[in-house]
């Protein structure tokens, strides 16, 4: 009788052992699950969807960026509410439209005290934080409790390298990368910005060609509302050759994390701010100026990698993405109310394609970028991006939408393609490409997304599609005034008081008609025109 109880003891220990080692495992495997990812966010300056090799762009080679898009996720239609560098970088680290974010919504603002970005949330969260090169910007950040705000955390410029170009940045984006890295303390989860300044003008001319072995037969296509020129061509090569530097970084970003033994555990978002700066591109609101690459990598969160995500995303998914996954929620969040929807439903699913049927559309628009008008006046504009339409409704239409023409048409920068379209413009007076470029705009537009990409063709002067404007102009204003956007109750005019911060202040269009020699930063002296009849 002994004998069996001792053996019916020993089979019970036994079974207790199995139940407590299976309990174990259970709890160290949820223990993995919860740990705090870090983040690596990339976002390249002014670079256009689909410019990517993932994408099937062949005159650009983007190894790194491909990389991510295998091993993650590959977005077909992400967008920023805002194609600006400040605005777009805005909504970023609030999860906000930049029509809810008062100053913010325009370039070169003062940040609102009264919104906390998702890296300070982080960063009060217990993660190490900061940033190389551009983070928001431009503008000034403020303070808070009476320290200048850190809005992408501390910055990390420390290192520089022999840049390939005069106007590539001699930052070493990858060193200082790693010189974050070390800073951190013990195996604290981190959160950090790589804020390229590439591809952002100025180009050293010819170097897409002369030191990217690249030919102008490569590209197979030049936007229809540029003449198709060497010169034009040249510059979209000088273009891709600075992508390709952002690139080369992110790559050696990646295998300092690999070699580091954090790249499992690491969500590497890759992006860019606003489309090319070229003209109706960055600064406007068509496909080419909002629609941009994006690409997220999870080894640990990111089921079934290598797929193709066709929902519409906004930039706003990206800080409830962060803060979701970080385990910090709206109830314990210093942050504002986020509009924008967590795309971890994205991450956990098996599917490609459509994820969610309910993300069939996004929201853009904009107000004051680069000043030259009188009195600092934006370009006010609001639009609704859906599978099949692109449709903008233009607020003030007795302005020029690129900036004014005797003040160098400010909000486009310069380069060759724009200086190509002016000059060709003094020559043939009634210029297509100028017309599409800088031209002044009807109050409503409406393209078909996909068959005209390039928004050559305005359906909304048709009759037969009147329906169709009707429907998608209330559904943008329905949203926009759920969203408490200004412009819908009468107060959009506070956007153009706003003060200006930076080298091009309040004063721009008044030095200029007091006949002083004007300097624009990027902007050419041959872009400032006074001949233009304001029609």
Partial sequence: MYLKLKKDRLAVFKILAIIFGVMMLGFSCQKKEVRKPNILFAIMDDASFPHMGAYGTKWVNTPAFDYVAREGLLFMNAYTPNAKCAPSRAAIVTGRNSW?????ANHSPVFPAKFITFMEQLILAGYHGGHTAKGWAPGNPGELEGKKRELTGAAYNQFTTDAPTSEINGNDYAKNFEDFLNHREGDEPFVFWFGSTEPHRAYEYQTGIVKGNKKLEDIDEVPPFWPDTDTVRTDMLDYAYEIEYFDLHLDRMIKELERRGELENTIIVVTA???????RIKGQEYEYSNHLPLAIMWKEGISNPGRLIEDFVSFVDLAPTFLEVAGIFEDSMKMAPITGNSLTDIFHSEKSGIV???RDHVLIGKERHDVGRPDDQGYPIRGIVTREYVYLYNFETSRWPAGNPETGYLNTDGGPTKTQILNDRRINKTSTNWNLAFGKRPQE???????????????AIHPEY???????RERLFQELKEQGDPRMFGKGDIFDQYPYYGENSRDFYNRYMNGEEMKAGWVNESDFETDVVDK
């Fill in 100 to 104: 809810q974010l008062e100053e913010a």
């Fill in 273 to 279: 701010d606003n489309g090319m700066p070229f003209p």
């Fill in 356 to 358: 969610d049927s309910g």
């Fill in 445 to 459: 537009e409406l393209f078909k997304r996909m068959e005209d990409p390039f928004a050559m063709q305005n359906l």
């Fill in 466 to 472: 009147q329906l169709t404007k009707d429907q998608l």
